[in-house]
């Protein structure tokens, strides 16, 4: 059985890399990219991963970044018990805390490398079933 991936990711370019990359590995993949359509899925289905980009709306200057991914997503995965990657541009807030809950995985994007591979690799066979 494939495990099941979830991608939360804005970006239509991303989305096809991710896609096509947790593809290769065998995985069966769900894009979504909006933290709406995230949340009725993760409330919904059952996950082996989920994969969060942390800004999933457009940037507006001078108004502070918004990490869906981050402070609404990733707490919810975490909470059903899913195996969660974060990827952002920093792993760190603009105040210098943390980004990414305790439990998450983070990259800094582009998440596409040999590393990122091995620990997909890793998580997939972490997973019950």
């Known amino acids: 059985m ?3 991936v979830l991608v939360v990711e804005d970006s239509p370019r991303l989305q ?3 896609g096509a990359m947790y593809g290769v590995l065998g995985c069966d993949v769900t894009l979504c990219s ?3 359509e995230a949340e009725r899925l993760l409330a919904g ?3 082996g991963i989920v994969h969060l980009d942390d800004n999933l709306t457009p ?3 001078g108004q502070p970044r918004p990490h ?3 402070r609404v ?6 909470q059903r018990g899913f195996k969660v990657i974060g990827c952002s541009d920093s792993l760190q807030e603009e105040s210098g805390k ?3 809950p305790k439990g998450v995985i983070p990259f800094i994007k582009p998440p596409v490398s040999r590393e990122f591979e091995r620990v997909v690799h890793g998580l997939m066979i972490n997973l019950p079933g």
Do not use: K
Request: charged share 15%; glycine share 4%; aromatic share 8%.
């Open 2 to 4: 494939a495990v099941r």
């Open 68 to 70: 869906e991914g981050s």
């Open 73 to 78: 997503l990733a707490p919810i995965a975490l």
């Open 34 to 36: 909006t933290q709406q």
């Open 98 to 100: 943390p980004l990414w």
């Open 59 to 61: 940037l507006i200057l």
């Open 16 to 18: 096809r890399v991710l």
């Open 45 to 47: 289905d059952v996950w």
